[in-house]
């Protein structure tokens, strides 16, 4: 079994159903046993290519889609999924769009929150998004770096919520750049052939779109972000 191919069906299902195909439709479909999919599951997980329950081959998260609820909603005319945070929301949006709305709430407290995502862009243009834990350090808790990662009216309410919650003030980035990033990172993900980025093509794409500083640096290294 090719990982890959794995990873691709298990995007596409969950476009389709809103859900991951269980173990043994797995196994069918691939025409493979229980246990080659099982051993492909976990070389996923330990690669980052999808998150899975501990000791379990259950999915928890495959991003930019999370299997269990969070904060952030994203739903088109006739469905609807969780994502880990707005960059995984706009990720949805590049795979099921055009026209998507996410529902989450600024800071991740009581004001809640749509923006509409069109080709056209996003609205409400002005908000802008923190990003508190540095992406060099996100897979040492992906859960925390994604539910950490909020939007806000403007930069100038960020520095409150900061001291609020004991969280470190990180880098603030327009919505607007947020979707280009993510249109490009996610984009693909359903397409045949999908790789995880390296990291040398991850700090490309960061550069690409204009993410720089302590935040987006990653260290010089080999293999898969």
Not at 144 to 170: N, Y
Request: charged content about 20%; hydrophobic content about 40%; some cysteine.
């Amino acid at each position: 079994m090719i990982d890959g191919d794995l990873h691709t069906h298990l995007i596409r299902a969950i476009i389709t159903n809103g859900r991951a195909p269980g173990l043994d439709n797995l196994a069918a479909h691939f025409d493979q046993p229980t246990a080659e999919v099982q051993s492909a599951l976990h070389r996923l997980h330990d690669g980052h290519g999808l998150v899975l329950h501990p000791g379990t081959t259950e999915v928890w998260a495959i991003h930019p889609f999370s299997l269990v609820p969070t904060g952030t909603w994203v739903e088109n005319d006739t469905r609807g999924w969780w994502a880990p945070c707005l960059w995984c929301g706009l990720g949805i949006a590049s795979l099921v769009g055009p026209d998507v709305r996410l529902h989450a709430r600024i800071g991740g407290e009581s004001e809640p929150l749509v923006i509409e995502r069109t080709d056209a862009g996003v609205t409400p243009p002005d908000l802008v998004i923190h990003f508190p834990v540095t992406i060099a350090h996100a897979w040492d808790n992906v859960h925390r770096f994604c539910g950490c990662v909020q939007p806000f009216h403007r930069e100038g309410e960020v520095d409150a919520w900061c001291a609020r919650h004991s969280q470190p003030r990180g880098d603030v980035r327009p919505i607007a750049q947020l979707d280009a990033l993510a249109r490009h990172w996610y984009g693909g993900y359903a397409d045949e052939g999908w790789h995880k980025w390296t990291v040398d093509e991850a700090r490309a794409i960061f550069e690409r779109h204009g993410l720089d500083g302590p935040t987006w640096e990653l260290p010089v290294a080999d293999g898969h972000f």
